[in-house]
């Protein structure tokens, strides 16, 4: 890799095991990580034209990450930090694999599919109470019915992507206070009520 930043350096590293799971060789992060960076400078008012998933999946996607990841009073939501592009990046390259693929769009239609029979209703028409009733049956696994297993193994795998998007992006790095990139001048040691709370003394 060449003229990568120590930022860059440790996108590449945070998005590494997710590229991975979707089977995109080691050359490839790089040019995933770079695209991270670029969707954050992409004006809010700009919307994206999605290149894997469909205009309805689109949909269903960008309310999805929001029930992972909503916007609280310390950062924005899921969408604010563009994940459901920095999926549609990932799934559309090239080099992810076809199984990746087929599992993301069986899974949305799963989620469609379990809404319709229970509520005569697409995900993204249902209501805010009906989709966290569905969502409640698939995202606790040891909890979840047999007959959900597929709904189980579809969440968790994209629970997986939302936070790997928004922990890679700038941010999910606001919201867990990330502190790199900045001199200090004089180490004074671990700071007193850090070390209280850990019981450690030294």
Request: glycine share 6%.
């Given at each position: 890799?060449t003229d990568?930043?120590?930022r860059d350096?440790?996108?590449?590293?945070?998005?590494?095991?997710?590229?991975?799971t979707?089977?995109?060789?080691?050359d490839?992060?790089?040019?995933?990580?770079?695209?991270?960076?670029?969707l954050?400078?992409?004006?809010?008012?700009q919307?994206a034209?999605?290149?894997f998933?469909?205009a309805?999946?689109w949909?269903?996607?960008?309310?999805?990450?929001?029930?992972?990841?909503?916007?609280d009073?310390?950062?924005?939501s899921?969408t604010d930090a563009?994940?459901?592009?920095?999926?549609?990046f990932?799934?559309?390259?090239?080099?992810?694999?076809?199984?990746n693929?087929?599992a993301?769009h069986?899974g949305?239609?799963?989620?469609d599919n379990?809404?319709?029979s229970r509520f005569?209703k697409?995900?993204?028409?249902a209501?805010?109470?009906?989709?966290?009733?569905v969502l409640?049956?698939?995202?606790w696994?040891k909890?979840?019915?047999p007959?959900m297993r597929?709904g189980?193994?579809?969440?968790s795998?994209?629970?997986?992507?939302?936070?790997?998007?928004?922990?890679?992006?700038?941010m999910g790095w606001?919201?867990?206070?990330y502190?790199g990139?900045?001199a200090?001048?004089?180490?004074?040691?671990c700071p007193p009520?850090a070390?209280?709370?850990l019981g450690v003394q030294?």
């Amino acid at each position: 890799m060449t003229d990568l930043s120590r930022r860059d350096a440790l996108r590449i590293l945070g998005v590494a095991p997710l590229a991975a799971t979707l089977g995109l060789a080691p050359d490839h992060l790089e040019r995933a990580a770079r695209a991270v960076a670029n969707l954050e400078t992409l004006p809010a008012s700009q919307a994206a034209v999605p290149a894997f998933f469909s205009a309805h999946e689109w949909q269903t996607v960008r309310l999805l990450v929001d029930y992972v990841i909503p916007r609280d009073e310390r950062s924005g939501s899921a969408t604010d930090a563009k994940v459901p592009e920095f999926m549609d990046f990932l799934l559309s390259d090239k080099d992810a694999s076809l199984g990746n693929k087929t599992a993301m769009h069986g899974g949305l239609a799963w989620l469609d599919n379990e809404c319709r029979s229970r509520f005569a209703k697409t995900f993204v028409q249902a209501t805010d109470a009906e989709r966290r009733q569905v969502l409640d049956d698939i995202a606790w696994p040891k909890k979840a019915r047999p007959e959900m297993r597929h709904g189980v193994t579809f969440f968790s795998r994209f629970r997986d992507l939302t936070a790997s998007g928004f922990f890679s992006s700038a941010m999910g790095w606001k919201d867990v206070q990330y502190q790199g990139n900045v001199a200090l001048p004089e180490w004074k040691g671990c700071p007193p009520e850090a070390l209280a709370k850990l019981g450690v003394q030294y």
